[in-house]
């Protein structure tokens, strides 16, 4: 019987070795670029990204399939300062990756985790990946020992960012970028399609992790290190009032103990420190 062609996977490289387990030419901390090059020029540049922002290492087979899903809105330059960055960023780690971006239309507020959800089901259409990494678009990589495989547990990537001082803002945070395995993002039921606006949809995620029984890992904070490119708050994109920052009357009926101008004292001892909290404020509403 005569083989349809189009069964037929022309890149199929089964006489390739599987690669090997640490990819051999990592450099560890990266000088990372800022330019935002035309789309013309990085197809030039990276002539062995196929169409659709797929890869695979040329000499031998993958350990890892994975789908890089970016929500996506308005955000052109930051998204071809991104392409300049990752690609030969994940090439080097080996993969076997496609690269997702989800646009949502104008004239509604911004989704991110309807569109991550959205990647995921549109990714696992195409091709067999394994792993997904949930990646805000203004977030480059500044060490290729962070290596966006598989992950054991879900893991939070983006540890180490720049704008809040290569050091975790909260515990909990499980923003910016995150990596989940096909099965624990089954397991979880994906993210929560319900938050229009800015946060919330990270912790919410972070509490189905944990729910299903998960924990959370990350890099260490030498390797798990970003640059997150500097911008303002998007049009569309106004902080979501499911997050968690309550109203200043919320925060009132939360904390009857505080009294006005944000004053307490232990109600049954007397302290023995008297502290001023000063904090420096301009336009981020706290
Ligand atoms: N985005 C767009 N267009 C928009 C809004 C958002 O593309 O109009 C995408 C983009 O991928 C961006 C991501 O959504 O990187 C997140 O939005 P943001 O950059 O405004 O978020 P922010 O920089 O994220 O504030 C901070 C990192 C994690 C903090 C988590 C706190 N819970």
Known sequence: KTCNISSIDLNTSSNLPLC????????????????????????KLYPEVSSGGRYKPPDC????????????????????????????????????????????????????????????????????YQCFAFHDVDLIPQD??????????????????DKYGYRLPYNSIFGGAVMLTRQQFQK????????????????D??????????????????????????H?????????PQSDSPSYEELEALYPEVSSGGRYKPSDCISRHRVAIIIPYRNRDL
């Not at 962070?146 to 960012?161: E, F, M, V």
């Open 20 to 43: 090997p387990k640490t990819p051999p030419k990592l450099v560890g901390p990266l000088a990372t670029y800022s330019d935002s090059p035309s789309y013309e020029e990085l197809e």
């Open 61 to 128: 087979i993958s350990r890892h399939k994975v789908a890089i899903v970016l929500p996506y809105r308005n955000r052109d330059i930051h998204l071809r300062t991104f392409l300049k960055n990752i690609h030969p960023f994940l090439e080097r780690q080996q993969l076997d990756y496609g690269i997702y971006v989800v646009e949502q239309a104008e004239g509604s507020k911004f989704n991110r985790a309807l569109l991550m959800n959205i990647g995921y089901a549109e990714a696992i259409k195409i091709y067999d």
């Open 144 to 161: 290729d020992r962070n290596i966006y495989n598989c992950p054991s547990q879900p893991r939070h990537l983006t540890a180490a960012i």
């Open 188 to 203: 979880v039921n994906g993210f929560s399609n319900k938050f229009f606006g800015w946060g919330g949809e990270d912790d």
């Open 205 to 230: 995620m972070w509490n189905r992790v944990k729910r299903k029984g998960y924990s959370v890992i990350r890099y260490p904070m030498n390797i798990a290190r970003y640059r997150m490119i500097k």
């Open 232 to 240: 303002s708050r998007d049009k569309g994109n106004e902080p979501n």
